[in-house]
Nanobody, 124 residues
């Protein structure tokens, strides 16, 4: 059983920053990739960023490139994935989810464990 718990969301003004964290526990995450997705009201869940187990491969959605940075701190039993979000825009407002996959893919169907989400609201 895998547990993913996001934190760090909140209300911020446009141009501000937030750092999201995702604590993963419950089993060894050897070779696991981790991703961040977001879902705004009335919209589909969209890919934001993903990172490979080694941290060498990092993928970003075009809409967040240059503003968001994904990173991780992990060993075989404790894993934390971060999403540093800078220069936030009102269109970044959404519930942000972290998820686990075997590869750092933007395809949500390839992720088999999901957190409960954390709300990010960016005011104009």
């Amino acid at each position: 059983q895998v547990q993913l718990v996001e934190s760090g969301g909140g209300l911020v003004q446009a141009g501000g920053s937030l750092r999201l964290s995702c604590a993963a526990s419950g089993r060894s995450f050897s070779s696991s990739a981790m991703g961040w997705f977001r879902q705004a009201p009335g919209k589909e869940r969209d890919f934001v960023a993903a990172i490979s187990w080694s941290g060498v491969i990092r993928n970003y959605a075009d809409s967040v490139k240059g503003r968001f940075t994904i990173s991780s701190s992990r060993d075989n039993t404790k894993n934390t994935v971060y999403l540093q979000m800078n220069s936030l825009k009102p269109e970044d407002t959404a519930v942000y989810f972290c998820a686990r996959s075997s590869a750092p893919t933007p395809n949500a169907d390839r992720y088999d464990s999901w957190g409960q989400g954390t709300q990010v609201t960016v005011s104009s």
